[in-house]
């Protein structure tokens, strides 16, 4: 086994992951000046190492007790289950669990510990089991999350979800964080299947239900954020993730917040934040019950939200009277021009009437009633009635004298 007791200060001793020879030799020493203990039976307990077995304790006089044993076996199911993780994964499942650790020492209502000790007999373990009043959480770590398309991945982590509801513990997924995978234009969340089924629903999540209740009414809501929105009716579910790295040698949770959408692949949801970052320390908080975050500053993040829906819908409405504004400029030109052409055509009909012409014409040729209707029914439908004006600048430039001159003239035009 990994943990021993330690014989004085009475804490639980763990073997690190890859220490260097001479820290063996040093755990080998202290075993045997008799620091450790069995956690089970109290009996002495010392250091092995060797090929086929990494580093562990193990009983001094006799074989391991039975309890001893049965950790020892579920340590080993346990470390199947990891064994597709990276490195990260055991010293990210450490530092949660000794923070959690120091949380519990300050509360005694608090207990925390590795999944596989807590309960040797579950069929999959938590990294760390949590438990507050009546509260127990499956606290997880995944790493190595680029083959969570695998789809085999994904429904062995689905049903180790399921499974920690089934045994009535709460389960908190923490993601490494390089498989965030956002659209900032549309102010959308990508996410993985395996995200899909891990994402939480806390009581804060809760909150953001009802409050998102009363302001979204219908799809126009999401216009201003440019979301595209997949879902017919608008269900509101909001849920988070945890994704959790390494920065400045302290581990940092990222938390995502948002709306679920698309419930098919690839899933979608809408944004809630932009990915507050949290000492990880303040995210897991002991408080009454098991918060990942402090509410307090949840309260601001809606007042935020909202503000910030506030304005990006003024935005979006400044944005839509101009493009309205500016269709109606573009509609009131077009009809402008339209007015101006026709005018223009109409200019020629102003300038003489066919009974202006009439007049010039007797005037000019002594053009007779019957020559008139000759000029009207022969030529004039040829010409066009509005163009009295073309057969006077005819009649002038051809120096016409009689009807028979204009009507040549005329004959010529036509043709
Ligand atoms: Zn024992």
Not at 70 to 99: F, M, P
Not at 106 to 125: A, F, M, P, Q
Not at 390 to 404: A, E, Q
């Given at each position: 086994?990994?943990?021993?007791?330690?014989?004085?200060?009475?804490?639980?001793?763990?073997?690190?992951?890859?220490?260097?020879?001479?820290?063996?030799?040093?755990?080998?020493?202290?075993?045997?000046?008799?620091?450790?203990?069995?956690?089970?039976?109290?009996?002495?307990?010392?250091?092995?190492?060797?090929?086929?077995?990494?580093?562990?304790?193990?009983?001094?006089?006799?074989?391991?007790?039975?309890?001893?044993?049965?950790?020892?076996?579920?340590?080993?199911?346990?470390?199947?289950?990891?064994?597709?993780?990276?490195?990260?994964?055991?010293?990210?499942?450490?530092?949660?669990?000794?923070?959690?650790?120091?949380?519990?020492?300050?509360?005694?209502?608090?207990?925390?510990?590795?999944?596989?000790?807590?309960?040797?007999?579950?069929?999959?373990?938590?990294?760390?089991?949590?438990?507050?009043?009546?509260?127990?959480?499956?606290?997880?770590?995944?790493?190595?999350?680029?083959?969570?398309?695998?789809?085999?991945?994904?429904?062995?982590?689905?049903?180790r979800h399921h499974y920690y509801i089934e045994q009535e513990m709460k389960p908190?997924?923490?993601?490494?964080?390089?498989?965030?995978?956002?659209?900032?234009?549309?102010?959308?969340?990508?996410?993985?299947?395996?995200?899909?089924?891990?994402?939480?629903?806390?009581?804060?999540?809760?909150?953001?239900?009802?409050?998102?209740?009363?302001?979204?009414?219908?799809?126009?809501?999401?216009?201003?954020?440019n979301y595209p929105l997949n879902m017919n009716n608008i269900v509101i579910d909001?849920?988070?993730?945890?994704?959790?790295?390494?920065?400045?040698?302290?581990?940092?949770?990222?938390?995502?917040?948002?709306?679920?959408?698309?419930?098919?692949?690839?899933?979608?949801?809408?944004?809630?934040?932009?990915?507050?970052?949290?000492?990880?320390?303040?995210?897991?908080?002991?408080?009454?019950?098991?918060?990942?975050?402090?509410?307090?500053?949840?309260?601001?993040?809606?007042?935020?939200?909202?503000?910030?829906?506030?304005?990006?819908?003024?935005?979006?409405?400044?944005?839509?009277?101009?493009?309205?504004?500016?269709?109606?400029?573009?509609?009131?030109?077009?009809?402008?021009?339209?007015?101006?052409?026709?005018?223009?055509?109409?200019?020629?009909?102003?300038?003489?009437?066919?009974?202006?012409?009439?007049?010039?014409?007797?005037?000019?040729?002594?053009?007779?009633?019957?020559?008139?209707?000759?000029?009207?029914?022969?030529?004039?439908?040829?010409?066009?009635?509005?163009?009295?004006?073309?057969?006077?600048?005819?009649?002038?430039?051809?120096?016409?004298?009689?009807?028979?001159?204009?009507r040549r003239v005329l004959k010529e035009f036509i043709n």
């Amino acid at each position: 086994m990994r943990e021993a007791l330690h014989s004085i200060d009475n804490t639980l001793e763990r073997i690190p992951y890859t220490p260097t020879s001479s820290e063996i030799s040093n755990l080998k020493n202290l075993a045997k000046k008799g620091i450790y203990i069995c956690p089970y039976c109290n009996a002495d307990l010392i250091v092995k190492s060797g090929e086929e077995r990494e580093i562990h304790f193990a009983h001094k006089h006799s074989e391991s007790c039975e309890e001893a044993k049965n950790v020892g076996r579920a340590e080993t199911r346990y470390s199947k289950q990891v064994k597709r993780e990276t490195q990260q994964h055991k010293v990210l499942t450490d530092i949660i669990y000794d923070e959690l650790s120091t949380q519990s020492k300050i509360d005694e209502r608090y207990e925390v510990d590795y999944g596989y000790r807590v309960n040797t007999g579950l069929k999959h373990y938590p990294d760390i089991i949590a438990k507050i009043d009546n509260n127990i959480f499956a606290i997880s770590v995944v790493t190595n999350v680029i083959p969570l398309r695998d789809s085999g991945l994904v429904k062995e982590i689905a049903e180790r979800h399921h499974y920690y509801i089934e045994q009535e513990m709460k389960p908190i997924w923490f993601v490494e964080v390089k498989e965030l995978a956002i659209e900032p234009e549309k102010n959308a969340i990508v996410l993985w299947d395996a995200e899909n089924i891990i994402a939480a629903k806390t009581e804060e999540d809760r909150k953001w239900d009802n409050f998102l209740s009363n302001h979204i009414t219908d799809k126009s809501f999401f216009l201003p954020f440019n979301y595209p929105l997949n879902m017919n009716n608008i269900v509101i579910d909001v849920k988070s993730m945890y994704y959790i790295y390494t920065k400045d040698s302290k581990i940092k949770v990222k938390l995502q917040r948002f709306l679920t959408d698309r419930t098919s692949k690839p899933y979608r949801a809408f944004l809630l934040n932009n990915g507050v970052e949290l000492e990880f320390s303040k995210t897991l908080q002991l408080q009454r019950s098991f918060t990942v975050n402090n509410s307090d500053t949840e309260e601001n993040k809606r007042q935020e939200f909202l503000t910030n829906y506030e304005n990006l819908k003024q935005d979006h409405e400044e944005k839509q009277r101009k493009e309205q504004e500016e269709a109606e400029e573009r509609k009131r030109l077009q009809v402008e021009r339209l007015i101006k052409n026709k005018t223009a055509t109409l200019e020629p009909e102003e300038e003489l009437s066919y009974q202006q012409l009439q007049k010039l014409l007797k005037e000019k040729i002594n053009l007779t009633q019957k020559e008139q209707n000759e000029l009207w029914n022969r030529y004039m439908p040829r010409i066009g009635y509005k163009n009295s004006a073309v057969v006077w600048k005819l009649t002038v430039d051809n120096r016409c004298v009689s009807f028979d001159d204009l009507r040549r003239v005329l004959k010529e035009f036509i043709n």
